[in-house]
C-alpha cells in the first residue's frame, strides 16, 4: 500500500514529539505529507507559575506549531478542547473525522486507548480518550456518509476510509522504527516546546534511556535507538 498522507491524532502539543517524533521525521524525508490533529490546546500544562493562565493556550500552539515545523509538518489542525477534561463525545468524534474527511489519510497515527500500566505517563486520562475518539472517527465514522451528517450536507466532506492505524504508547506494541539517525531532530522539536521541557534536567538522556529500551525490546543492534507502535489494519 503507498502512503502519500498520514494523519496524527493526539490530546496535547508535544504528545507527537515525545511518543513518536523520531518515525514522523523519517515520514516527512521520504515524501509524505504529515498533518497533525491537537484535541487541546495543553492549557493545563506548562511549569512556570508566573506565565498567565490565560496565555498557555497560544504560547503551546506556538510550540507545536514551531515543532511541527523542524520535523517537516505544517498543516496542524488544533480542536480546542480543554486540557485536562477531554471526553469521547460526538462532538469530539464529529471534530476528528472533519478533519479526516480533508486531510485523506491512508494512515492515522494515534495515541492508545488502552491503558499501558509498564508506561503510565503515556496513559494519561486525555490520551486515552484522544486514543478512543480517533478510533470511532475512523471506524465507524469518518467512512460513513451517513454518520455526523453535517459533515457532507453543510460542508461537503464525503466519506473517506483509513486503511491503517499506527498507536503509539500501546501495551502490546507489534512494530519497531530505528530512528537511530532521527534523535537529534526529535530532541529539537521537544526542545521547542519550552514551556512542558525547559525545566527538565537532562532531556536527551531520558529519551535517549526510552528509546534504547524501545530498541532492546525490539531486538535492534547495539546502541539502536527506536519508536514502537501497534499496527492494525483499518480496511
Known amino acids: 500500500m503507498e502512503i502519500e498522507r498520514i494523519l496524527v491524532i493526539t490530546a496535547h502539543p508535544d504528545d507527537v514529539d515525545f511518543g513518536a517524533g523520531g518515525t514522523v521525521r523519517q515520514w516527512t524525508r521520504s515524501g509524505i505529507e504529515v498533518s497533525y490533529c491537537v484535541c487541546t490546546d495543553g492549557d493545563a500544562g506548562g511549569a512556570d507559575r508566573d506565565v498567565p493562565r490565560s496565555e498557555i493556550p497560544r504560547i503551546r500552539r506556538a510550540e507545536q506549531r514551531a515543532a511541527g515545523a523542524a520535523l517537516g509538518v505544517t498543516d496542524i489542525h488544533f480542536l480546542g478542547y480543554k486540557?485536562?477534561?477531554?471526553?469521547?463525545?460526538?462532538?469530539?468524534?464529529?471534530?476528528?473525522?472533519?478533519?479526516?474527511?480533508?486531510?485523506?489519510?491512508?494512515?492515522?497515527?494515534?495515541?492508545?486507548?488502552?491503558?499501558?500500566?509498564?508506561?503510565?505517563?503515556?496513559?494519561?486520562?486525555?490520551?486515552?480518550?484522544?486514543?478512543?475518539?480517533?478510533?470511532?472517527?475512523?471506524?465507524?465514522?469518518?467512512?460513513?456518509?451517513?454518520?455526523?451528517?453535517?459533515?457532507?450536507?453543510?460542508?461537503?466532506?464525503?466519506?473517506?476510509?483509513?486503511n491503517e492505524v499506527w498507536v503509539m504508547g500501546a501495551p502490546d506494541s507489534n512494530h519497531y522504527e530505528d530512528v537511530t539517525e532521527m534523535l537529534p531532530e526529535k530532541l529539537a522539536a521537544l526542545q521547542l516546546h519550552e514551556s512542558q521541557t525547559a525545566h527538565m534536567e537532562d532531556l536527551e538522556g531520558r529519551v535517549r534511556a526510552w528509546m534504547s529500551a524501545t530498541a532492546i525490546e525490539a531486538g535492534f543492534a547495539p546502541e539502536a535507538l527506536a519508536e514502537s507502535f501497534r499496527v492494525i489494519n483499518t480496511a
Not at 478510533?135 to 455526523?148: G, K, L, Q
Request: proline share 8%; net charge negative.
Open 83 to 162: 486540557d485536562g477534561d477531554l471526553q469521547v463525545t460526538q462532538d469530539l468524534r464529529r471534530d476528528i473525522s472533519r478533519v479526516i474527511r480533508q486531510v485523506k489519510p491512508q494512515r492515522v497515527l494515534m495515541q492508545s486507548p488502552e491503558r499501558n500500566w509498564d508506561r503510565i505517563y503515556s496513559s494519561h486520562p486525555d490520551h486515552l480518550a484522544a486514543g478512543e475518539a480517533a478510533i470511532c472517527s475512523v471506524y465507524p465514522d469518518a467512512r460513513n456518509p451517513f454518520a455526523h451528517p453535517t459533515l457532507l450536507d453543510d460542508e461537503g466532506l464525503d466519506a473517506w476510509s483509513v
